[in-house]
């Protein structure tokens, strides 16, 4: 392949960096609790990524259809296009394992985005085959703004889908949260009842050695008048 300072290798470099990112996530993604909020704010990034490597990969070949002719040799442009579908191939197989059957399916929205002239200005001085020509090309202009409009289109579907998720995501862990809090409050239910009946069996057990005290007291107040009686 040619060098790395190539913009089209340059992207595919960081592209292929990303798809090994989102391989490693996966992989630690076993080793998470199957549910609760970890798994799923991973489950989250590991989607978002893979979001972002499709456009990436939608960026290159964008890329390759517009490197000129003479540019590379075919062998060259041949083995980046192989290159290219193992890569989208790999994405496509991370994505089908995450339900992302959408999966970032665009391209760059920020291209060129040319006005035609002035129909009249442009007809002027033109025969017929002329005017003819004029036309194609005003409807092949015209169909390329609608390719725009359906890229446009659907980048809003996936930004709108990535959002969803987020919302999802948090919902969960709010819901979680909601769990914990009433776990959590029906333990301290529990623990104040049993607080309170532990204080009721102090209080009685208070008031039972006070009047086993009190009838010592009158015992030995008892023997000590007879005492004093029997001597005196």
Known sequence: MASSSDPWMKEYNEASRLADDISSMIA??????????????????????????????????????????KSITDKELHKRQDTLSNLKS????????????????????????KKAADDMSRVAGLDNQGIVGLQRQIMKEQDDGLERLEETVLSTKHIALAVNEELTLHTRLI??????????????????????????????????????????????????????????
Do not use: W
Request: charged share 25%; glycine share 4%.
């Open 28 to 69: 630690d993604r076993e080793s998470l609790p199957q549910s609760g909020p970890e798994i799923m704010r991973h489950t989250s990034a590991i989607r978002r990524k893979i979001t972002i490597l499709g456009t990436r990969l939608d960026s290159l070949e964008a890329l390759l259809s517009k490197i000129p002719p």
């Open 90 to 113: 790999k994405a496509k197989q991370m994505a089908a394992s995450f339900n992302m059957s959408n999966f970032a399916n665009r391209e760059d929205l920020l291209g060129q985005n």
């Open 175 to 232: 819901d979680d949260l909601e769990d914990h809090v009433d776990v959590t409050n029906s333990r301290l239910q529990r623990v104040q009842k049993r607080l309170a009946v532990l204080s009721k069996r102090t209080k009685g057990g208070c008031s039972c050695m006070c009047l086993l005290l009190s009838v010592v007291a009158i015992v030995i107040l008892a023997v000590i008048v007879c005492l004093l009686v029997k001597y005196l």
